[in-house]
């Protein structure tokens, strides 16, 4: 048995991101606690792996054909494990013949019809049965919090489906293509602790039940009936793509209960016009707006940053408004936007990706001059302008003070271009706060 220098691991922050060595043992170094996305992933040497208490999540191809991994030892802290961890190898093979399981993590098996999850056993790994024909029911126990994506994807004889009020998190697709979805006689179909899997209904105008927490992706996906969504109070996260290719999809309201919104969870809404992200929202993935091609009007209230291609391909988006705690707006986030006129970007933008605006050939950003943003389009040929110009007149003065006084005093009603202008300390509000603010600014006291 050869020895593993430490040189052979490339390790940031605990987590193991590749190894370089020639050995066919592997220990894992004390310090990792996560083995990263394809690790190990085609290494035909390793025939051992040893996994020690402190790891506890393996991520998706890791291990992905290790033709040569025939053992693995410990990783009994492991309650997370990624799609196709294993795949490939001796040790899923030989394992899968039953049911494989690794800490209380259940990575597959070509089980018997009824297939029963283990009392210890908090999740089931993503497509960990997909595509398996044998399956025809499951029962689950208290212990199982959590389902994969695709973890059951068309399990095409999969009829009963029994699992506990602790299942709190279904990933997209989870039970996509089985009978269990396709036979169910309720218009909503929920399973464990409010998870939304699938709509059944031919409503055009739906209304999301108060029971469902989790909108689970793909659980709208392609429906091409629904013109109009709503999302009631309790609901904490949309999941990805759930309603993606919803085509006829022109409203959505969101509540403020709202945590997470899961990449591509509305791409290709050709119908939506306009959309409202709530302050609530703490977690948004790539892409959720892609290729909304009617989108009009945009308001981010969350405070993050602004993820890779968000509104890419939104052709008819004009007007966007992003929060003042925003610090980095992402690759190709506003992607061939070419409606895209105005946009506000306060002084806490310190990184912006060459490609954020590209195509976005209408676009002026308003911003302070002293900002990092201002700097940005000035290098890069992006119109930029000092921000505050409430009453369009292409200047910044103090009638713009006075424009943001009256419409506070609902003297005058501004339009939605006048409030993007106007909103230029950057906390979602249009108040006495803005007009003083352009106050100090003209006298140099910002």
Known sequence: MSSVAAGDFVVEDGVLLSFTGLTTTVTIPDDVYYIADGAFKENVRINKLNL??????????????????????????????????????????NAASELATLGSV????????????????TMIAPYAFAEN??????????????????????????????????????????FSGTKFVADSEDEFVVLGDGCLVGYKGSDSSVTVPDSVKH????????????????????????????????TKLAEVSLPESLIMIDKEAFARCKALKTITVPAS??????????????????????????????????????????????????DSAFLNCTSLTDLSVSDTVKTIAPSAFQGAEKLT???????????????????????????????VNIRDATYIQKHVASIVTMNELEALRAEVNFDGKINVRDATYIQKLLAGLI
Not at 319 to 329: D, L, P, R
């Open 52 to 93: 020690h208490d402190g790891v506890t999540a393996v991520g998706n191809e890791a291990f992905y054909g290790c033709t040569s991994l025939k053992e693995v030892n410990g990783g009994e802290s492991v309650d997370y494990v990624g799609a196709y961890a294993f795949y490939g190898t001796p040790y899923f093979d």
């Open 281 to 330: 929202v703490q977690l948004m993935g790539e892409s959720v707006f892609f290729g909304c091609n009617s989108l009009e009007n945009a308001k981010l209230l969350c405070d993050l940053d602004i993820p890779r291609g968000i509104f890419a391909n939104c052709t008819s988006l004009a007007y966007a408004t992003i929060s003042q705690k925003t610090t980095e707006i992402g």
């Open 215 to 246: 909108i689970t992706g793909g659980a709208f996906y392609s429906n091409t009936h629904i013109t109009e969504v709503n999302v009631p109070d309790g609901v904490a996260s949309i999941g990805e793509r759930a309603f993606m290719n919803c």
């Open 365 to 395: 950003v308003s911003c302070n001059k002293a900002s990092f943003a201002f700097e940005f389009c000035s290098e890069n040929g992006i119109n930029v302008q000092q921000c505050g110009d409430a009453n369009l007149d292409g200047k």
């Open 133 to 174: 024909t044998v399956i025809e029911s499951l029962i689950t126990y208290d212990s199982l919090s959590v389902i994969g994506e695709g973890a059951f994807y068309r399990c095409n004889n999969l009829s009963t489906v029994n699992v506990s009020s602790n299942l709190s998190y279904i990933g997209s697709l989870a």
């Open 106 to 121: 259940v990575l597959g098996g070509t089980t018997a019809s009824a297939l029963e999850i283990p009392e210890n056993i």
